[in-house]
């Protein structure tokens, strides 16, 4: 999966998403990487409706993850009936990813969503994909798999 997507403004997140989804393959795990600001929930919230989330998604930033529901006749890869988005960024220690039983979540055959991937390094699955983020001078934004 290598591809770029532009998003020239918010209105544009539902095309982006289902272009994103359209590519997505049997890929379950995705890492995105963004400074601060940049979109990463939003963007991921526009993922989950295209998916075919039943659930509102929000930033799990002291949650650390949320989990939301997928419709039965949704087209998430694999027939998942969940998504889970993941924020590491408020993780500080190894035993908190520990704590947490990643395991059980990257093994479930569920989409798996990752904001601040930087901070569970080494806890990640060997098959994340990586997405960029880049906010673009225009305040528009290129999304990079």
Do not use: Q
């Not at 295209?50 to 890869?77: H, K, R």
């Not at 798996?112 to 930087?118: K, N, Q, R, T």
């Amino acid at each position: 999966m290598k591809m770029n997507i532009s998003i020239s403004n918010i209105e544009d997140l539902p095309r982006a998403a289902a272009e994103f989804v359209a590519a997505m393959g049997d890929n379950r795990h995705f890492a995105f990487h963004a400074p601060m600001g940049a979109g990463k929930t939003t963007f991921i919230s526009a993922l989950c409706a295209a998916l075919g989330s039943e659930d509102e998604a929000s930033s799990p930033t002291f949650s650390i993850v949320n989990e939301y529901a997928v419709a039965p006749d949704a087209v998430a890869p694999g027939g998942s009936d969940k998504i889970y988005h993941f924020d590491f960024y408020r993780v500080e220690t190894v035993e908190e990813l520990l704590d947490m039983g990643l395991d059980d979540y990257w093994d479930s055959g569920s989409v798996c969503l990752m904001e601040w991937p930087e901070n569970a390094l080494g806890f990640l699955p060997d098959d994340t994909v990586d997405v960029r983020i880049e906010v673009l001078p225009d305040d528009s934004r290129m999304l990079t798999v």
